[in-house]
């Protein structure tokens, strides 16, 4: 068995988002089109003999470099609160990797070193794919298959989120929709590639927080046009169809939403919107050359103040891959 794997974890866009009621438990019942992308955080874990769980973290390219495109001092109040990552039992990580260790009563511990690239609390699902990956990885290092179903109950006690992340039925996933509180997933098929911008504001939100404020509609809308769209690789049909209801409450909290909205909209791009509860925003592009010329505008606008990514859609799960170390 191997003693050290390597992973990337990759971020996610909500093509549509809408809210179906708010259930006893707090959680609201959704349903959602996921859209893997290719902007991926890095994730090496290595088998530890002692029991414990234990990371470290960083920035790609660097810490420093990250906050001057954001406009912060990392030791700033502002600057801590978008880029300082737990690295205790609040990391996403930690979680999925002490409930893999107590499931299938695994011996040793772990140490994980997870360099992020995705924006935290922007709504692109970072923290979730990043426990998925952990669940993948580990399972690697033990010599469990990485599609055994208990990964996904345990994916799902995590996060809503964190079941999408591990693709569906062991096969690889392009898009999903997501239903329930985000952990029913079934495949949704894309004709083409995906090319578009996503800007992440200088603001981090918190799910919940966005979640509280929002309005179940009375007027629920189905995202069967999305998914035909999707299908039939008709970019002005899967911009027509996009819907997030988490927009305007997360707009109420963070204003500076609508003014990104406003400047990716103004460039060209189309079915600009937010992504899940928020606060990065995405538009369209009509390929991956006009995305770039689209990302190079909105960062001589917009930087320093947010980070600005040209991306593409990917696949879920992240592959595993093992690292040849010398003694073993
Ligand atoms: C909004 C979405 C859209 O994909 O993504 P993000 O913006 O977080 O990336 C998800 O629904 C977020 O899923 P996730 O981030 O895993 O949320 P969880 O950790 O399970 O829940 C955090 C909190 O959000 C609220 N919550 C979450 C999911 C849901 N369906 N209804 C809710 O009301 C609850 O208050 C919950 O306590
Ligand atoms: N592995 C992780 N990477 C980033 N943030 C994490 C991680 N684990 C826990 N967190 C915490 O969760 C919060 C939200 O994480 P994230 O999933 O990136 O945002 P969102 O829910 O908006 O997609 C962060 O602000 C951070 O404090």
């Known amino acids: 068995m191997p003693n050290v794997v390597t992973s990337r974890p990759p971020a ?99 140490h994980c070193d997870l360099l992020k690239r995705i924006p935290a609390g922007a709504g692109m699902g970072g923290a979730s794919s990043d426990a998925a990956a952990a669940l993948r990885c580990a399972a690697a290092l033990h010599g469990i298959p990485l599609h055994n179903p208990e990964l996904t109950v345990l994916a ?68 069967d046009a999305m998914i035909a769209a999707l299908g039939r690789g008709d970019l002005g049909g899967i911009a027509a169809g996009g819907l997030n209801r988490l927009q305007e409450p997360a707009v109420k909290i963070a204003k500076q939403i609508d003014e990104i909205l406003e400047s990716m909209w103004h460039i060209g791009l189309i079915g600009c919107q937010l992504t899940g509860s928020g606060s990065a925003c995405f538009g369209l592009a009509r390929n991956a050359v006009d995305a770039r010329r689209g990302a190079e505008q909105l960062r001589s606008q917009l930087l320093p103040g947010s980070r600005v990514a040209s991306v593409s859609s990917a696949t879920v799960p992240s592959s595993v891959n093992l690292v040849i170390t010398p003694n073993g």
């Open 12 to 110: 996610k866009l909500n093509l549509f988002l809408e809210l179906l009621g708010k259930r006893d438990d707090g959680f609201h019942e959704i349903d959602t089109i996921m859209l893997p992308i290719d902007w991926c955080d890095e994730m090496r874990l290595a088998r530890t003999e002692a029991s414990d769980i234990s990371l470290s973290i960083g920035w790609l390219p660097s810490l420093e470099v990250v906050a001057a495109e954001l406009g912060v001092d990392p030791n700033s109040d502002d600057g801590k609160n978008l880029l300082a990552i737990p690295s205790d039992e609040k990391n996403l990580v930690v979680r999925a990797l002490r409930r893999f260790r107590d499931h299938f009563d695994t011996p040793g511990g772990f």
């Open 156 to 223: 799902a006690e995590i996060g809503s989120d964190v079941p999408f992340f591990l693709g569906i039925d062991r096969h690889s996933c392009q898009a999903a929709r997501a239903q329930g509180r985000g952990e029913k997933l079934s495949q949704v098929s894309l004709l083409s590639q995906i090319d578009m911008v996503v800007v992440f504001p200088s603001v981090c939100l918190s799910t919940a927080r966005v979640y509280s404020q929002a309005t179940i509609p009375t007027e629920i809308v189905p995202p």
